[in-house]
C-alpha cells in the first residue's frame, strides 16, 4: 500500500510539472531583466519605399496658385492624386516627370522633390509624402485574422497582434514567422520567439509595409483535440490524484 501510495504522490507531482512547463510557454517577453540591462540600442530607419506602393504627394506654398500645377486630384472628386510606384522603383510626377523614388524614405522622397522644385518656385516648398497602402497581414492561429491598413506608417510585432485580437490558445508564442519581401522582390522568413523579451530589440520587430505574420498553430490543433475539454481532463485526473492519495495516506496511517 505504501508503495502505491508513493507512486500516486509521483504521479500527481508529474502532473503538476508538465503543467508548469507548459505555462512558461504562454507569457510573453520573458525575462525583461535581460533586455533593461542590455546597453544594445535598435535603430529604426525610416520607412524605405517600394514597388506597388502608392504614394500621396502634396506641395504647398505661400503662393497656392504656384504650387496648384504639383497638386492633381482624381477626376470628380477632391482626393488627391496617387502615384503608384512601378517595378523600377519610378513614379510619373507632374511637370517634374520620371523620379526614382524606390528605396527612399519619405523624408528622401520630400527633400529630393524640394531640390527639383527650386527650378519652378522662387521659395522653397512644404512637400509631404504619404503611403496611402501601408498594410500588414496576419494569418494562422489569431482571433481576427486579416490584412490591416496601418495609417501611421508605423506598427511593431505586438501591435499587429493586438490588431488580429491576439494569438489563440492553440498558437506558439515560440514559433511566429514574419514574412517579408525585400526591395529586390525577394522572401525572408524569420522566426519570431515572443517568450524571449530580446525580441524587442530585433531589426524584424517593427514591421514594414506588406509584412505578413503567420502564428504557427501548436500540435493540440494539429490534432484537432478540443483544448477545454484536455484542460478539463487534466484538472479532473490531478483531482482525482489527489482523492486517491489522501486517501491511501489515511488508510496507511
Known amino acids: ?28 517577453l520573458q525575462d525583461t531583466a ?13 520607412v524605405k519605399v517600394m514597388p506597388k506602393d502608392l504614394l500621396t504627394i502634396a506641395v504647398s506654398c505661400s503662393t497656392p496658385e504656384l504650387a496648384a ?28 516627370g520620371e523620379i526614382h523614388v ?7 522622397i520630400e527633400n529630393l522633390i524640394i531640390e527639383k ?17 501601408y498594410r500588414i497581414s496576419v494569418l494562422g492561429e489569431v482571433t481576427k485574422p486579416g490584412s490591416f491598413v496601418v495609417s501611421n506608417e508605423k506598427i511593431n ?14 498558437g506558439m508564442r515560440d514559433n511566429v514567422k514574419l514574412i517579408r519581401t525585400g526591395q529586390d522582390n525577394k522572401q525572408e522568413i524569420i522566426t519570431m520567439d515572443l517568450n524571449k523579451a530580446e ?3 530585433s531589426p524584424y520587430y517593427q514591421l514594414q509595409q506588406n509584412d505578413i505574420i503567420y502564428v504557427t498553430p501548436n500540435k493540440t490543433k494539429a490534432k484537432n483535440s478540443d483544448i477545454g475539454a484536455s484542460t478539463g481532463l487534466w484538472f479532473s485526473g490531478i483531482s482525482i490524484l489527489m482523492s486517491i492519495a489522501n486517501l491511501l495516506i489515511s488508510i496507511l496511517r
Open 1 to 28: 500500500m505504501k508503495k502505491m501510495a508513493g507512486l500516486t504522490l509521483c504521479l500527481l507531482l508529474t502532473f503538476l510539472l508538465v503543467s508548469c512547463q507548459a505555462y512558461k510557454k504562454v507569457p510573453y
Open 34 to 46: 535581460f533586455v533593461n540591462d542590455t546597453e544594445q540600442s535598435v535603430h529604426q530607419t525610416g
Open 69 to 96: 500645377p504639383f497638386n492633381l486630384v482624381n477626376s470628380g472628386t477632391d482626393a488627391p492624386q496617387q502615384y503608384l510606384v512601378d517595378n523600377q522603383g519610378n513614379i510619373n510626377f507632374p511637370v517634374l
Open 102 to 108: 524606390g528605396g527612399l524614405t519619405k523624408l528622401e
Open 117 to 133: 522644385l527650386k527650378v519652378y518656385l522662387k521659395e522653397a516648398p512644404l512637400v509631404t509624402v504619404r503611403i496611402v497602402n
Open 157 to 170: 510585432l505586438l501591435e499587429a497582434l493586438a490588431m488580429a485580437g491576439d494569438l489563440t490558445i492553440y
Open 199 to 201: 525580441t524587442v530589440l
